[in-house]
Protein backbone atom coordinates (compact mmCIF):
# COMPACT_ATOMS: atom_id res chain seq x y z
CA UNK A 1 0.00 0.00 0.00
CA UNK A 2 2.74 2.76 0.80
CA UNK A 3 4.36 1.50 -2.40
CA UNK A 4 1.39 2.85 -4.16
CA UNK A 5 0.87 5.75 -2.68
CA UNK A 6 4.39 7.02 -3.06
CA UNK A 7 3.74 5.39 -7.00
CA UNK A 8 0.64 8.02 -7.62
CA UNK A 9 2.10 10.91 -5.79
CA UNK A 10 5.47 10.45 -7.96
CA UNK A 11 3.18 10.18 -11.06
CA UNK A 12 0.36 12.65 -10.91
CA UNK A 13 2.54 15.86 -11.01
CA UNK A 14 5.01 13.72 -13.44
CA UNK A 15 1.87 13.58 -15.98
CA UNK A 16 0.15 16.97 -15.77
CA UNK A 17 3.65 18.30 -16.28
CA UNK A 18 4.48 16.44 -19.32
CA UNK A 19 0.59 17.07 -20.69
CA UNK A 20 1.39 20.61 -19.73
CA UNK A 21 3.28 23.70 -21.45
CA UNK A 22 7.13 23.41 -20.21
CA UNK A 23 8.25 26.11 -18.28
CA UNK A 24 11.87 27.24 -17.62
CA UNK A 25 13.78 30.00 -16.36
CA UNK A 26 17.26 29.29 -17.43
CA UNK A 27 18.08 33.33 -17.87
CA UNK A 28 20.69 35.85 -19.44
CA UNK A 29 20.82 39.73 -19.60
CA UNK A 30 20.84 40.61 -23.50
CA UNK A 31 21.21 43.63 -25.19
CA UNK A 32 18.20 43.86 -27.33
CA UNK A 33 15.96 46.66 -29.56
CA UNK A 34 12.94 47.98 -28.36
CA UNK A 35 11.10 45.25 -29.64
CA UNK A 36 10.92 42.05 -31.40
CA UNK A 37 13.36 42.32 -34.49
CA UNK A 38 14.70 45.80 -33.82
CA UNK A 39 18.27 46.78 -34.08
CA UNK A 40 18.49 49.40 -31.98
CA UNK A 41 20.73 48.28 -29.27
CA UNK A 42 19.61 50.59 -26.43
CA UNK A 43 17.61 48.49 -24.25
CA UNK A 44 18.93 45.76 -21.30
CA UNK A 45 16.35 42.65 -20.85
CA UNK A 46 16.19 39.87 -17.84
CA UNK A 47 15.30 36.94 -20.86
CA UNK A 48 14.46 33.12 -20.51
CA UNK A 49 16.56 31.40 -23.03
CA UNK A 50 14.24 28.47 -23.16
CA UNK A 51 11.16 30.00 -24.19
CA UNK A 52 12.30 33.11 -25.01
CA UNK A 53 10.46 35.09 -22.75
CA UNK A 54 11.52 38.85 -20.90
CA UNK A 55 11.79 38.18 -17.35
CA UNK A 56 12.46 41.68 -15.91
CA UNK A 57 13.28 45.00 -17.81
CA UNK A 58 16.32 46.00 -16.71
CA UNK A 59 16.82 49.23 -18.98
CA UNK A 60 15.10 51.11 -21.37
CA UNK A 61 15.86 53.94 -23.39
CA UNK A 62 13.29 56.24 -22.84
CA UNK A 63 13.36 56.09 -19.32
CA UNK A 64 15.42 58.67 -17.31
CA UNK A 65 18.00 57.18 -14.74
CA UNK A 66 20.76 58.39 -12.43
CA UNK A 67 24.47 58.57 -13.86
CA UNK A 68 27.25 58.50 -11.89
CA UNK A 69 30.70 58.71 -12.13
CA UNK A 70 31.97 55.16 -10.96
CA UNK A 71 34.93 56.16 -8.88
CA UNK A 72 33.35 59.55 -7.21
CA UNK A 73 29.68 58.24 -6.83
CA UNK A 74 29.06 61.93 -8.09
CA UNK A 75 26.16 62.59 -11.05
CA UNK A 76 27.76 63.04 -14.27
CA UNK A 77 26.75 65.95 -15.74
CA UNK A 78 25.72 65.86 -19.37
CA UNK A 79 26.85 68.59 -21.42
CA UNK A 80 25.27 70.57 -23.91
CA UNK A 81 27.44 69.59 -26.74
CA UNK A 82 26.88 66.00 -25.89
CA UNK A 83 23.33 66.02 -25.72
CA UNK A 84 23.12 68.04 -28.85
CA UNK A 85 24.63 64.99 -30.51
CA UNK A 86 23.01 62.90 -28.84
CA UNK A 87 25.32 61.25 -26.83
CA UNK A 88 24.05 61.79 -23.21
CA UNK A 89 22.03 58.58 -23.32
CA UNK A 90 23.94 55.47 -21.19
CA UNK A 91 23.41 53.65 -24.45
CA UNK A 92 24.36 56.10 -27.24
CA UNK A 93 26.06 54.83 -30.51
CA UNK A 94 24.19 51.31 -29.02
CA UNK A 95 26.07 48.99 -27.36
CA UNK A 96 27.18 45.12 -28.41
CA UNK A 97 29.06 44.24 -25.43
CA UNK A 98 28.03 43.58 -21.81
CA UNK A 99 29.49 40.84 -18.68
CA UNK A 100 27.70 40.26 -15.51
CA UNK A 101 29.38 40.52 -12.58
CA UNK A 102 27.25 38.40 -9.71
CA UNK A 103 29.50 38.92 -7.21
CA UNK A 104 28.49 42.49 -7.04
CA UNK A 105 25.47 42.70 -9.09
CA UNK A 106 26.99 44.71 -12.04
CA UNK A 107 26.33 44.79 -15.37
CA UNK A 108 29.25 46.00 -17.30
CA UNK A 109 29.17 47.35 -20.78
CA UNK A 110 30.77 49.53 -23.42
CA UNK A 111 29.20 51.60 -26.11
CA UNK A 112 30.63 50.82 -29.80
CA UNK A 113 31.42 54.37 -30.64
CA UNK A 114 32.05 55.56 -27.33
CA UNK A 115 35.66 54.04 -25.58
CA UNK A 116 34.56 53.60 -21.93
CA UNK A 117 33.81 51.11 -19.41
CA UNK A 118 30.35 51.99 -17.79
CA UNK A 119 27.88 49.47 -15.68
CA UNK A 120 24.55 49.09 -14.36
CA UNK A 121 23.95 48.14 -10.63
CA UNK A 122 21.25 45.69 -10.45
CA UNK A 123 21.01 45.66 -6.35
CA UNK A 124 18.33 48.68 -6.20
CA UNK A 125 14.80 49.00 -7.10
CA UNK A 126 15.56 51.50 -9.86
CA UNK A 127 18.68 51.02 -11.82
CA UNK A 128 21.88 53.64 -11.81
CA UNK A 129 24.40 53.75 -14.46
CA UNK A 130 27.79 54.73 -13.62
CA UNK A 131 30.42 55.74 -16.19
CA UNK A 132 34.61 55.44 -15.69
CA UNK A 133 34.89 59.16 -16.91
CA UNK A 134 38.01 59.88 -18.66
CA UNK A 135 39.59 56.50 -18.72
CA UNK A 136 40.26 54.78 -22.12
CA UNK A 137 38.49 51.67 -22.60
CA UNK A 138 40.17 50.74 -26.00
CA UNK A 139 40.65 53.29 -28.67
CA UNK A 140 37.65 53.39 -30.71
CA UNK A 141 37.09 56.95 -32.25
CA UNK A 142 33.39 56.49 -33.33
CA UNK A 143 30.72 54.11 -34.62
CA UNK A 144 32.56 54.06 -38.00
CA UNK A 145 35.32 52.67 -36.59
CA UNK A 146 34.25 48.98 -36.77
CA UNK A 147 37.45 47.15 -36.88
CA UNK A 148 38.56 48.65 -32.89
CA UNK A 149 34.67 48.40 -31.60
CA UNK A 150 34.28 46.23 -28.59
CA UNK A 151 31.89 43.86 -29.32
CA UNK A 152 32.99 40.83 -26.68
CA UNK A 153 32.78 40.70 -23.12
CA UNK A 154 32.71 38.28 -20.00
CA UNK A 155 33.83 38.02 -16.68
CA UNK A 156 36.30 35.46 -16.72
CA UNK A 157 37.00 33.23 -13.42
CA UNK A 158 39.27 35.32 -11.91
CA UNK A 159 36.61 37.14 -10.83
CA UNK A 160 38.18 39.77 -13.40
CA UNK A 161 36.43 41.39 -16.69
CA UNK A 162 37.45 41.24 -20.51
CA UNK A 163 36.98 42.72 -23.46
CA UNK A 164 38.02 41.96 -26.79
CA UNK A 165 38.03 44.23 -30.09
CA UNK A 166 36.70 43.34 -33.57
CA UNK A 167 39.86 43.07 -35.11
CA UNK A 168 41.69 41.41 -31.52
CA UNK A 169 44.20 43.73 -31.58
CA UNK A 170 43.41 44.74 -27.87
CA UNK A 171 42.03 42.79 -25.50
CA UNK A 172 41.45 44.69 -22.10
CA UNK A 173 41.20 43.63 -18.76
CA UNK A 174 39.11 45.40 -15.72
CA UNK A 175 39.10 44.80 -11.65
CA UNK A 176 35.77 44.53 -10.35
CA UNK A 177 37.23 45.21 -7.12
CA UNK A 178 36.86 48.40 -4.98
CA UNK A 179 39.36 50.15 -7.02
CA UNK A 180 39.10 48.97 -10.97
CA UNK A 181 41.94 49.44 -12.58
CA UNK A 182 41.75 48.85 -16.51
CA UNK A 183 44.59 47.96 -18.54
CA UNK A 184 44.94 47.27 -22.55
CA UNK A 185 47.02 43.68 -22.53
CA UNK A 186 47.80 44.41 -26.20
CA UNK A 187 46.97 41.65 -29.31
CA UNK A 188 45.86 38.67 -29.14
CA UNK A 189 47.86 36.33 -31.17
CA UNK A 190 46.64 33.61 -33.73
CA UNK A 191 48.29 29.90 -32.43
CA UNK A 192 50.32 28.28 -35.06
CA UNK A 193 47.98 26.18 -35.78
CA UNK A 194 45.49 28.21 -36.80
CA UNK A 195 44.29 28.09 -40.62
CA UNK A 196 41.64 30.95 -39.74
CA UNK A 197 42.55 34.07 -38.05
CA UNK A 198 41.20 35.45 -35.09
CA UNK A 199 42.21 38.35 -36.85
CA UNK A 200 39.84 37.91 -40.10
CA UNK A 201 37.64 40.76 -40.81
CA UNK A 202 34.84 38.01 -41.71
CA UNK A 203 34.64 37.18 -38.13
CA UNK A 204 33.73 40.40 -36.41
CA UNK A 205 31.07 40.70 -33.55
CA UNK A 206 30.37 37.75 -31.58
CA UNK A 207 30.91 37.33 -27.87
CA UNK A 208 33.01 35.59 -25.54
CA UNK A 209 32.51 33.08 -22.51
CA UNK A 210 34.72 31.82 -19.55
CA UNK A 211 35.52 28.26 -18.45
CA UNK A 212 36.91 27.76 -14.73
CA UNK A 213 40.44 26.46 -16.01
CA UNK A 214 41.10 30.10 -17.21
CA UNK A 215 40.51 29.96 -20.73
CA UNK A 216 38.17 32.82 -22.40
CA UNK A 217 36.21 30.99 -25.56
CA UNK A 218 35.83 33.84 -28.64
CA UNK A 219 32.57 33.09 -30.14
CA UNK A 220 32.38 35.66 -33.72
CA UNK A 221 29.32 36.85 -35.75
CA UNK A 222 30.32 34.14 -38.63
CA UNK A 223 29.81 31.10 -36.07
CA UNK A 224 33.96 30.73 -35.58
CA UNK A 225 34.82 29.41 -32.02
CA UNK A 226 38.51 30.13 -30.58
CA UNK A 227 39.94 28.88 -27.31
CA UNK A 228 41.79 32.18 -25.53
CA UNK A 229 44.63 31.38 -23.36
CA UNK A 230 44.76 34.11 -20.61
CA UNK A 231 48.14 33.49 -19.53
CA UNK A 232 49.82 33.76 -23.11
CA UNK A 233 46.70 35.63 -25.03
CA UNK A 234 46.80 32.95 -27.46
CA UNK A 235 43.61 32.02 -29.71
CA UNK A 236 43.22 28.68 -31.28
CA UNK A 237 40.88 28.02 -33.66
CA UNK A 238 38.11 25.42 -32.81
CA UNK A 239 36.31 25.42 -35.73
CA UNK A 240 32.76 26.38 -36.99
CA UNK A 241 29.39 25.92 -35.33
CA UNK A 242 27.16 23.20 -37.31
CA UNK A 243 23.60 22.77 -37.44
CA UNK A 244 22.73 26.44 -37.47
CA UNK A 245 19.97 27.99 -40.11
CA UNK A 246 21.27 30.32 -42.96
CA UNK A 247 21.43 33.67 -42.14
CA UNK A 248 21.74 33.12 -37.83
CA UNK A 249 24.92 35.51 -37.15
CA UNK A 250 26.22 34.63 -33.27
CA UNK A 251 26.57 37.77 -31.72
CA UNK A 252 25.33 37.11 -28.26
CA UNK A 253 26.56 33.86 -26.16
CA UNK A 254 26.05 32.26 -22.42
CA UNK A 255 27.93 29.18 -20.97
CA UNK A 256 24.82 26.89 -19.93
CA UNK A 257 27.08 24.69 -17.68
CA UNK A 258 29.24 21.68 -18.59
CA UNK A 259 30.45 21.98 -22.45
CA UNK A 260 27.07 23.68 -23.96
CA UNK A 261 27.02 27.35 -24.90
CA UNK A 262 23.58 29.18 -25.52
CA UNK A 263 23.52 32.18 -28.74
CA UNK A 264 21.89 34.47 -30.22
CA UNK A 265 21.17 36.34 -32.99
CA UNK A 266 21.45 40.23 -33.80
CA UNK A 267 19.26 39.67 -36.92
CA UNK A 268 17.11 36.42 -36.03
CA UNK A 269 14.04 36.03 -33.86
CA UNK A 270 13.40 32.79 -34.34
CA UNK A 271 14.92 31.30 -31.55
CA UNK A 272 18.31 30.57 -29.60
CA UNK A 273 20.38 27.57 -30.17
CA UNK A 274 22.37 25.56 -28.35
CA UNK A 275 25.58 24.10 -29.06
CA UNK A 276 28.70 22.19 -27.54
CA UNK A 277 32.12 23.09 -27.01
CA UNK A 278 33.75 19.53 -28.24
CA UNK A 279 31.63 18.54 -30.99
CA UNK A 280 30.24 22.27 -32.05
CA UNK A 281 27.01 20.71 -33.13
CA UNK A 282 24.26 23.34 -32.66
CA UNK A 283 20.04 22.70 -32.13
CA UNK A 284 17.24 25.05 -31.62
CA UNK A 285 15.99 25.53 -27.88
CA UNK A 286 12.29 25.09 -28.56
CA UNK A 287 10.51 27.77 -26.94
CA UNK A 288 7.10 29.27 -26.97
CA UNK A 289 7.45 31.68 -29.91
CA UNK A 290 9.72 34.19 -31.54
CA UNK A 291 12.66 35.88 -29.38
CA UNK A 292 14.22 38.59 -29.02
CA UNK A 293 17.25 38.82 -31.15
CA UNK A 294 20.18 39.86 -29.16
CA UNK A 295 23.46 41.95 -29.93
CA UNK A 296 24.98 40.62 -26.80
CA UNK A 297 23.94 37.86 -23.61
CA UNK A 298 25.41 37.48 -20.40
CA UNK A 299 25.14 35.55 -17.10
CA UNK A 300 27.41 34.09 -14.31
CA UNK A 301 27.88 30.52 -15.32
CA UNK A 302 31.20 29.37 -16.42
CA UNK A 303 32.06 26.44 -18.84
CA UNK A 304 33.27 22.98 -17.36
CA UNK A 305 33.28 24.14 -13.66
CA UNK A 306 33.12 21.42 -11.52
CA UNK A 307 31.35 22.23 -8.07
CA UNK A 308 32.82 21.24 -4.73
CA UNK A 309 31.67 17.78 -3.72
CA UNK A 310 31.19 16.28 -7.22
CA UNK A 311 31.45 12.92 -5.81
CA UNK A 312 27.54 11.40 -5.79
CA UNK A 313 25.35 10.47 -3.59
CA UNK A 314 24.50 6.63 -3.01
CA UNK A 315 22.11 6.80 -5.81
CA UNK A 316 18.24 5.98 -5.17
CA UNK A 317 17.50 2.80 -7.26
CA UNK A 318 14.87 3.33 -10.25
CA UNK A 319 13.22 0.68 -12.29
CA UNK A 320 11.18 1.10 -14.97
CA UNK A 321 8.39 -0.99 -15.93
CA UNK A 322 6.34 -0.39 -18.81
CA UNK A 323 5.07 3.16 -17.91
CA UNK A 324 5.78 3.24 -14.16
CA UNK A 325 8.32 4.51 -12.09
CA UNK A 326 9.02 2.62 -9.01
CA UNK A 327 11.84 4.97 -6.59
CA UNK A 328 13.65 2.87 -3.66
CA UNK A 329 14.07 5.58 -0.98
CA UNK A 330 18.04 6.86 -0.43
CA UNK A 331 17.96 7.34 3.27
CA UNK A 332 20.32 10.95 2.41
CA UNK A 333 17.75 12.40 0.65
CA UNK A 334 15.40 14.34 2.34
CA UNK A 335 12.03 13.55 2.10
CA UNK A 336 10.62 16.62 -0.18
CA UNK A 337 13.05 15.47 -2.75
CA UNK A 338 12.62 11.91 -3.01
CA UNK A 339 9.06 12.27 -3.52
CA UNK A 340 9.10 15.04 -6.11
CA UNK A 341 11.89 14.72 -8.17
CA UNK A 342 12.07 11.92 -11.18
CA UNK A 343 14.20 10.78 -13.60
CA UNK A 344 12.71 8.94 -17.07
CA UNK A 345 13.31 7.44 -19.59
CA UNK A 346 15.70 4.93 -17.96
CA UNK A 347 17.13 3.04 -20.06
CA UNK A 348 18.27 6.02 -22.32
CA UNK A 349 17.62 5.70 -25.82
CA UNK A 350 17.36 8.61 -27.38
CA UNK A 351 19.83 10.83 -26.13
CA UNK A 352 17.84 12.79 -23.82
CA UNK A 353 16.95 12.54 -19.92
CA UNK A 354 13.85 14.75 -18.19
CA UNK A 355 13.85 15.30 -14.95
CA UNK A 356 10.87 16.22 -13.34
CA UNK A 357 9.95 18.49 -10.32
CA UNK A 358 6.92 18.74 -8.16
CA UNK A 359 6.46 20.31 -5.20
CA UNK A 360 9.89 21.45 -4.93
CA UNK A 361 11.09 24.68 -3.13
CA UNK A 362 11.41 27.37 -5.80
CA UNK A 363 15.45 28.11 -6.52
CA UNK A 364 18.08 27.39 -8.76
CA UNK A 365 19.17 23.68 -9.11
CA UNK A 366 22.10 22.27 -10.16
CA UNK A 367 21.37 18.90 -12.82
CA UNK A 368 25.09 16.91 -13.17
CA UNK A 369 25.79 14.29 -15.26
CA UNK A 370 28.29 11.80 -13.40
CA UNK A 371 30.19 9.12 -14.17
CA UNK A 372 29.94 6.00 -11.48
CA UNK A 373 33.48 7.32 -10.04
CA UNK A 374 32.22 10.75 -9.34
CA UNK A 375 33.85 12.08 -12.34
CA UNK A 376 31.72 15.41 -14.08
CA UNK A 377 30.23 15.00 -16.92
CA UNK A 378 28.19 17.29 -17.65
CA UNK A 379 26.20 20.19 -15.47
CA UNK A 380 23.23 22.34 -15.99
CA UNK A 381 21.83 25.02 -14.05
CA UNK A 382 17.83 25.45 -13.77
CA UNK A 383 15.25 27.58 -12.05
CA UNK A 384 12.43 26.33 -10.05
CA UNK A 385 9.70 28.65 -10.21
CA UNK A 386 6.15 26.58 -10.42
CA UNK A 387 4.62 23.83 -8.48
CA UNK A 388 5.42 21.22 -11.48
CA UNK A 389 8.55 21.72 -14.09
CA UNK A 390 9.96 19.21 -16.75
CA UNK A 391 13.69 19.71 -17.67
CA UNK A 392 15.35 18.01 -20.64
CA UNK A 393 19.22 17.17 -20.29
CA UNK A 394 20.96 16.42 -23.44
CA UNK A 395 23.22 13.44 -23.27
CA UNK A 396 27.01 14.44 -24.39
CA UNK A 397 27.43 13.56 -27.80
CA UNK A 398 30.05 10.33 -28.10
CA UNK A 399 29.24 9.62 -24.81
CA UNK A 400 29.97 5.25 -24.18
CA UNK A 401 27.12 3.58 -23.37
CA UNK A 402 26.39 2.15 -19.46
CA UNK A 403 25.34 3.53 -16.66
CA UNK A 404 25.78 6.82 -14.57
CA UNK A 405 24.48 9.03 -12.16
CA UNK A 406 22.35 11.93 -12.63
CA UNK A 407 22.67 14.22 -9.32
CA UNK A 408 20.31 17.32 -8.49
CA UNK A 409 21.41 19.67 -5.94
CA UNK A 410 19.48 22.93 -4.84
CA UNK A 411 21.96 25.69 -5.05
CA UNK A 412 19.16 27.80 -2.88
CA UNK A 413 17.56 25.48 -0.82
CA UNK A 414 18.86 22.00 0.59
CA UNK A 415 17.05 19.27 -1.62
CA UNK A 416 19.45 16.76 -3.00
CA UNK A 417 18.75 13.44 -5.13
CA UNK A 418 20.74 11.49 -7.30
CA UNK A 419 19.68 8.46 -9.45
CA UNK A 420 21.51 5.84 -11.40
CA UNK A 421 20.73 5.60 -15.40
CA UNK A 422 21.92 3.51 -17.75
CA UNK A 423 22.73 5.11 -21.22
CA UNK A 424 22.13 2.48 -24.38
Known sequence: MKQKILL???MAPLFATVFAQKKTASTAYAITGGEKGASDWTEVRLVDVNSGAEVKTIYQNAQ?????????????????????????????????????????????????????????????????????????FGIVSSRRDVPNQVTRMVIASDGKGYALTNNANHLIQFTTGKKPVITDLGPVSDDA??????????????DMIADAAGNLYLVNANRGVYKIALDSRTATYIGFI?????????????????????????????????FDLNTLKAEKIEGGGPVFNASDLANGTLA???????????????????????????????????NSISVFPNPVTNGVVKVSFADQPMGRYQV????????????????????????????????????YVVKVTGVTSRSSFSTKIVVQ
Open 8 to 10: LAI
Open 64 to 136: TVRVLNARTGKDVQATEASTKAGLDKPFATLSAACAYDKKHERLYYTPMGINQLRYIDLKGKEPKVYYFEGEP
Open 193 to 206: SNDVSIHDGGGYGG
Open 242 to 274: RGLPRGFSTNGAVAEGGSTVIVSSSSSTQGYYR
Open 304 to 338: FEKKKKDTPQAPAEVKNEDARTIVQANPAVPDVAR
Open 368 to 403: QLLDLGGKLISTREVSIGGKTQLEEIVIPDGLARGS
